[in-house]
């Protein structure tokens, strides 16, 4: 069974330019987590979707950050314009069942390594 | 709000031996899950081992157990006959076991070094 895809693997920007990452779910997985990892500090959830929808998004920067996941299945994570602060990891999550789950395991994509320059 | 606390930033142990690291959270919740993540170099977050907060027995998984003090709000894991494949970033998880609200907070993590 293929895992959690995420692309790029690395991503190099200046400040201000926008930049997008991409995640693909394990088969059959409707929730989807992406989480953001400064580096020295554990992952942070930045936007959880069940199926198409969106569940938590507190912690989203939303003046700068957008997030989708259209049909349910792929998700894109979007920041427009970038801060120097942005730089960190991305990493996209999935889990099998939904909000009614209570001991499904989240799966974890090899992330995103962001440096805005 | 839930916190979770690691308070060792870098662990160190001779190949085979045992070591443990340590974790506390902080919560006003009775029904929850506690989970140890293995972060190797190349980033992936790999699942060690889960607790289910009801349950008194502590969780195992081959070389790995853990010490659940659910009083003391505590949760440490031990690695057994520790392997140079254990050298990782080990990161301490909650998770409410509240209906949808399913993130995980994480700790700050403990950098394992593994000595041949």
């Known amino acids: 069974e293929a895992g959690v895809a995420q692309s790029p693997r690395y991503k190099i920007i200046e400040k201000r330019q926008s930049v997008a990452f991409w995640c693909n779910p394990i088969?059959?997985?409707?929730?989807l987590y992406w989480y953001q990892q400064i580096l020295g500090q554990g992952p942070k959830l930045l936007i959880q979707?069940?199926?198409?929808?969106?569940?938590?998004d507190s912690q989203l920067p939303k003046d700068r950050f957008s997030a989708e996941r259209l049909k349910g299945v792929d998700s894109t994570l979007k920041i427009q314009p970038a801060k120097l602060e942005d730089s960190a990891v991305y990493l996209c999550?999935?889990?099998?069942?939904?909000?009614?789950?209570?001991?499904?395991?989240?799966?974890f994509g090899p992330g995103t390594r962001l440096t805005v320059l | 709000a839930q916190t979770v606390t690691q308070s060792q930033p870098e662990m160190s142990v001779q190949e085979a031996e045992t070591v443990t690291l340590s974790c506390t959270y902080d919560?006003?919740?009775?029904?929850?899950?506690l989970f140890w993540y293995k972060q190797p170099p190349s980033r992936q977050m790999i699942l060690v081992i889960r607790?289910?907060?009801?349950?008194?027995q502590n969780a195992t998984e081959n070389r790995f157990s853990v010490n659940f003090q659910k009083a003391a709000k505590s949760f440490s894991l031990k690695i057994s006959d520790s392997q140079l494949g254990d050298a990782a970033m080990y990161f301490c998880?909650?998770?409410?076991?509240?209906?949808?609200?399913?993130?995980?907070?994480f700790g700050q993590g403990t950098r394992l070094t593994i000595n041949p």
């Open positions: 999550a999935s889990s099998l069942v939904g909000r009614l789950a209570r001991a499904d395991t989240q799966y």
């Open positions: 088969s059959g997985h409707a929730t």
């Open positions: 979707f069940q199926n198409n929808g969106v569940v938590d």
């Open positions: 919560t006003s919740e009775s029904d929850y899950y």
């Open positions: 607790q289910e907060a009801y349950k008194q």
């Open positions: 998880a909650y998770r409410s076991g509240f209906q949808g609200a399913q993130k995980l907070v």
